[in-house]
């Protein structure tokens, strides 16, 4: 718009003059955000209130003329994208009268969206958008219980409140943690669907066919609701959208983007870095991190600091590096635009190689002695049971493995994004079975089945005991076999399993023992993300689909195996299978007398004797030359003349003359001579995050207080735990902003001993 003004102005017009070229300046500017702001957003967008503002009063649109303003107003304070309103548990708050977008019809879609941050309950529920009709039963609101979940209230014009409308409740998810969280509500009205989302996933849906309308003349709140006392809500607000339509799940995907958002508004916008910074990684396997920042423009990255070798995209974030050795390495990152920029440093923790091919991401030894943790080692996302779910530890075809009872047996995996896949990414899975069982339906070896979307995937048994793989997108889209392929598996001998995904190509394979049985091609539209925990030997879908058998050896490949390596890896373990009659070992004297049997020997060139503390870490203690060649049983002996403190873990690598080996299950020998802790505290120095305190030593169950504390002595965090039965004790500390810069001490205490150890937080 261009605006005309008078070539002549009295001197007494000059103040007039002054005022209207700032209204037109301002006019101006304001046509000029709402046209920025609706080309850069989805479409359908029809209310914008970005929350910018620095001064109280007035709240613009950035695409409608709808007007906003208070009585009782929020505060001005710095948000994610820009500027935020921080409201103080106090109403009436913010009201929007310009109504049209918000009648709608009973079968009409819409989305609301906005950002939100609170900490702590209320009495009441509190309210971030809502309304509440004073000419009809009608009234809806989003906001937040008093237990802190997400709840959206959608109630028509019906005369009958009960009959018009539901209550969606996210229970499984707090909100009230002092972080950001993208909040969005969704009505189909096509499908009759409500959809509540947090932070991109679905937490509730609801179906519900509305006979009534919304429409009313009172006006829309924001930060409380119109109604009894108000429930005013005490936090921050931020980005408040609203769509005439129904954002797809992808849409609402991509709106959040990891927690970086997807910002559309016309202000310049400082970079925040949101991802969590992969702490963790594997010497010789690749290391992988992508930087998630908000801000406008879009914010380029850095190192500040880095070890040899490591580098990063600087449009995309993705930090990428190989370590070549075990050790901790320190990190910086910086995300900087024309608004400024913002910084994030942390430590890597790497372990030493296992030795394994490159690509590998995930590896469940399945070797523990009892759970109920199961650990993955190149992760901190280990599998875990509950009592009465465990399975039973039993040999493996590489050391122990674990005996599923197809009752109710199975593990969960929670912490679990390397399996939300990109439609176009490549993956393998692999894993070792053994079962004799038949069944009348399919049996799940790994698996998951969305709660958040319809992404659902597992690979196991068909009824007849063959292999089969199936994999649906999160719009259930994909091939949906019927029935496996292969030969029948459960003949009580190992199998190997293999189901690769080539993204690039679409194409599907599925293998058993180094042999392709099944390939399809299917390109995919869209990704297999979830919150949803990944299980390990069942479902968690309709019956469970508990699979009965021995599983081990269960991995996750970022990428597609080749058929040469599928069959040589098949090759490798199942030759090198070498099955021990016994494996004991005992404490005597002041040192640990281990002794084993083979039921015959073919091919077998030695055993090497290895030691832990933990069942990880282990490393050669000596070596015992085989017989070769037996059909008779063979007893071997081994002594070690220097036990460990406290409790031992042992296991043979047996490797026969090609060079091909495996492992023996583990044992645990306990040293009974007075024996001293093993505390560690790592990562240390923090910044934010889990600390992991590991205590090593103690005696089997015993009774431990454990405390942080500052130098003051101040008790910031005391739990009354109990060592578990090997005399192990694992504690998370959750290292928060609460913890200011400075040095704290983690202490155990015992009946027999004090153990403390400093943490340092920067």
């Known amino acids: 718009m261009t605006y005309f003004i008078a070539a002549s102005i009295r001197r007494k017009g000059v103040a007039q003059y002054t005022r209207f070229l700032l209204i037109a300046l301002l006019l101006q500017w304001l046509a000029g955000a709402a046209a920025q702001a609706q080309q850069n957003c989805p479409d359908g967008l029809v209310h914008y209130f970005g929350f910018d503002e620095t001064a109280s009063g007035t709240y613009q649109d950035y695409v409608s003329e709808a007007t906003a303003s208070c009585s009782t107003c929020p505060t001005p304070e710095a948000g994610l994208f820009n500027g935020a309103q921080a409201f103080k548990g106090r109403s009436p708050g913010i009201t929007i009268r310009g109504l049209e977008h918000f009648e709608w019809g009973p079968n009409s879609s819409f989305t609301i969206e906005l950002w939100m941050k609170a900490s702590g309950t209320s009495s009441d529920n509190q309210v971030f958008i809502g309304r509440d009709a004073k000419d009809t039963n009608m009234i809806w609101w989003l906001g937040m219980n008093t237990e802190g979940n997400p709840q959206f209230d959608l109630f028509d014009n019906n005369p009958n409140r009960t009959q018009g409308g539901f209550s969606l409740v996210g229970k499984d998810i707090k909100i009230n943690d002092n972080k950001w969280h993208h909040i969005v509500v969704v009505r189909d009205g096509r499908l009759r669907l409500n959809k509540l989302y947090v932070d991109g996933y679905t937490v509730g849906n609801f179906q519900y066919d509305y006979t009534y309308n919304f429409e009313s003349g009172s006006p829309v709140n924001i930060g409380f609701l119109d109604l009894n006392n108000g429930y005013a809500y005490n936090g921050l607000l931020d980005e408040i959208m609203v769509y005439n339509r129904d954002l797809t799940e992808n849409e609402v995907r991509a709106r959040y983007n990891n927690g970086a958002g997807n910002y559309c508004g016309p202000q310049q916008v400082k970079p925040v870095i949101m991802s969590e910074a992969v702490t963790y990684g594997v010497a010789e396997q690749q290391y992988k991190y992508e930087v998630k920042a908000v801000g406008n423009a879009r914010p380029s990255f850095a190192l500040a600091e880095a070890p040899a ?10 930090i990428s590096w190989v370590p070549s050795a075990a050790g901790s390495y ?54 875990a049971g509950a009592d009465s779910r465990m399975p039973k530890p039993v040999t493996g075809v590489i050391s122990g493995g674990q005996e599923f009872d197809g009752e109710d047996d199975g593990l969960d995996v929670t912490a679990c994004e390397n399996f939300n896949w990109a439609p176009d990414e490549s993956f393998s899975i692999e894993l070792w079975m053994r079962s004799a069982a038949s069944s009348s339906g399919n049996r799940v070896l790994i698996g998951r089945d969305a709660k958040d979307s319809e992404a659902h995937w597992w690979l196991g048994l068909d009824r007849e005991g063959r292999a089969i793989f199936t994999l649906l997108d999160l719009e259930w889209a994909g091939p949906k076999p019927e029935h496996g392929s292969g030969p029948g598996l459960n003949d009580d001998q190992w ?8 993204g690039k190509s679409g194409l599907t394979e599925l293998y058993v023992d180094g042999e392709r049985v099944s390939t399809q091609t299917f390109k995919y539209a869209n990704s297999f993300a979830s919150r949803s925990p990944v299980n390990i030997g069942y479902l968690n879908d309709g019956g469970g689909y508990h699979y009965k058998g021995i599983l081990d050896e269960v991995k996750l490949f970022g990428r597609a195996l080749s058929a040469a390596e599928v069959k040589q890896r098949y090759e490798d373990v199942y030759d090198a299978i070498t099955e021990l009659v016994r494996f004991e070992g005992e404490y005597v004297g002041g040192v640990v007398q281990l002794t084993w049997e083979t039921a015959a020997e073919a091919g077998l060139s030695h055993f090497e004797v290895e030691r832990a503390p933990d069942t990880e870490a282990f490393e050669k203690l000596g070596e015992v030359k085989a017989a070769g060649n037996s059909n008779t049983p063979l007893s071997y002996p081994f002594t070690d003349v220097d036990p460990l403190s406290g409790i031992g873990y042992y296991r043979l690598k047996i490797v026969k003359q090609d060079g091909k080996y495996t492992y023996s299950n583990i044992i645990q020998v306990e040293n009974k001579s007075l024996r001293s802790v093993s505390f560690k505290v790592y990562p240390n120095p923090v910044d934010v995050g889990d600390v992991t305190a590991s205590v090593f030593g103690l005696s089997a169950d015993e009774p431990v207080q454990f405390t942080v504390s500052d130098l003051r002595g101040k008790v910031l965090l005391q739990q009354q735990l109990q060592a578990n039965s090997f005399g192990q004790l694992e504690v998370l500390v959750p290292i928060t902003t609460d913890y200011r810069a400075g040095v704290y001490v983690l202490t155990v205490i015992t009946d027999k001993r004090i153990v403390s150890r400093r943490l340092v937080v920067r």
């Open 309 to 318: 070798g490591m580098s990063i995209n600087a449009t995309t974030g993705e």
């Open 330 to 383: 320190k990190v910086g990152v910086t995300a900087s635009n024309a608004a400024g920029s913002d910084r994030q440093d942390f430590t890597v923790t790497v372990k030493r190689a296992s030795g394994e091919t490159s690509g590998m991401l995930h590896h469940w030894m399945l070797h523990e002695m009892r759970g109920p943790t199961y650990h993955d080692y190149y992760t901190p996302s280990h599998a």
């Open 495 to 502: 199998h190997h399993l293999v189901a690769v995904r080539d």
